[in-house]
C-alpha cells in the first residue's frame, strides 16, 4: 500500500472522528513531518483534511477526483477487481491500454479509469463521448481460463448486472437493452463493450470497457443525442460522486464475477432477464448485412438473445443492434 493510501485508510477508520498524526506515522513507520506532507498533497488534491493540535487529521470531505490510492483504500481485499488500479488524465481509450498490460502479461483485476478519452469507441465501430471528468471511462482486465470462446457474451451480462445494481443504489430503476446498454426512461446511461483475444478453444484475455454518463448536463450532448442519452445528474437533478460511483462498481462486479465464476451464471442470467426491457418485445437485430426479426423470447444460456422469428424457428442472436419494434 502506498502512504496515501494507508493515511486515507487510517482517515476513514476514524470515521467522524480524528487521527493524530503520531498515530499514523507510528503505524507507518514513517515520521510526522513524512505525513504532514502527504497530508499537504491530499489537500491540494481537493481532499479537505482538518488539522488540528490536539486531536489530529480528520477528513472532511473528499473531490470528486478518481485518485487509484484512495479506490484501492475502499476496496475491501483480498479481491480480483480492482486488484490494481491506474488513472490517467487522458488516454486514447482505456480498452487500449488494459490491450497493453494484457500483451505483458498483467494479472487479471486489474482496472484502468481516465477522466478523458481521445479515441473512446463504442460497440460496433461507433464512438464514445468521454468528456473530461463528466462520468467513468474505464477497463477491466479478465481472464476466465474456465470460460470457452463462445462463452463470452456471459462476461458482458455479469458486467451489465452489476452495473445495474451499482446504478440502482444511487435511488433509479435502470432497465437493461440486450446485450449491453442500461437505461433509464428508455434513454441510454451506459454502455459495455468487451474485447476479447482468443485461440479457438481457450479464451487467452477478455477487456470489459464500461462507460457511464455521470454529470453530463443536458446542453453537454450534441444535437443527434440529446434524445438517446441520459446522465445520472439529469436524472437525479443532482450532480453524483464520481469515486463513490467507482467503488460501488467495482464491488458490484467483484461479487458477479465470483458467481459467474463459481458457475452460477443462470442466476445472474435471471436477475438480467429480471430487468430486461428487451425480453418479450418484437425486435429486429441488425447483425452485419443481416437482420433476424421477431420475438425475443430470453437469454441464451451463453449470453445470446434468442428471438423467435415469424417462421417459428428460435434464432440465437450472438452480436448486433437491437431495435425494439412497435407492435
Ligand atoms: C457501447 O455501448 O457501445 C459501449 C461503450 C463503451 C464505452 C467504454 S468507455 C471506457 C472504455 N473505453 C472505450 O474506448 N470504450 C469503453
Known sequence: MSLDMEILTALRAAGEGAVS????SARLG??????????????????EIEASPHSGYRLLSVPDVLHADDLL??????????????????????NDVVEKLARDDVAEGVVVFA???SRGRGRL????????????????????LSLMPAQATQLTVMAAVALRRAISEAGLEPRIKWPNDILINGRKLSGILTELRAELD?????????????????????????????SLEIELKKPVSRPELA??????????????????FSKLASEWQRHCSTIGQHVTVRVGEHSVSGRA???????????????????????????????
Not at 417459428?312 to 407492435?327: A, I, N
Open 125 to 144: 465501430g461507433r464512438k464514445w463521448m468521454s468528456p473530461p471528468r463528466k462520468g467513468l471511462w474505464f477497463s477491466v482486465l479478465l481472464r476466465p
Open 30 to 47: 514513517v515520521t510526522r513531518a513524512a505525513v504532514w506532507s502527504r497530508i499537504q498533497d491530499l489537500r491540494e488534491l481537493g481532499y
Open 73 to 94: 483504500s475502499r476496496l475491501s481485499r483480498p479481491r480480483i477487481i480492482g486488484r490494481d488500479i491506474k488513472v490517467f488524465r487522458e488516454t486514447t481509450s482505456t
Open 247 to 264: 467503488v460501488a462498481i467495482l464491488n458490484e462486479l467483484e461479487t458477479s464475477y465470483a458467481a459467474l465464476m463459481a458457475g452460477d
Open 21 to 24: 498524526g503520531a498515530e499514523i
Open 297 to 327: 423470447e430470453a437469454l441464451g444460456d451463453d449470453g445470446s438473445l434468442l428471438v423467435r422469428s415469424e417462421h417459428g424457428h428460435l434464432e440465437r442472436v450472438t452480436g448486433g443492434d437491437v431495435k425494439l419494434e412497435k407492435t
Open 202 to 230: 481457450r479464451i487467452k484475455y477478455v477487456i470489459i470497457g464500461i462507460g457511464v454518463d455521470v454529470n453530463l448536463t443536458q446542453s453537454e450532448y450534441p444535437e443527434e443525442l440529446q434524445d438517446a442519452a441520459t
Open 115 to 117: 477522466d478523458s478519452q
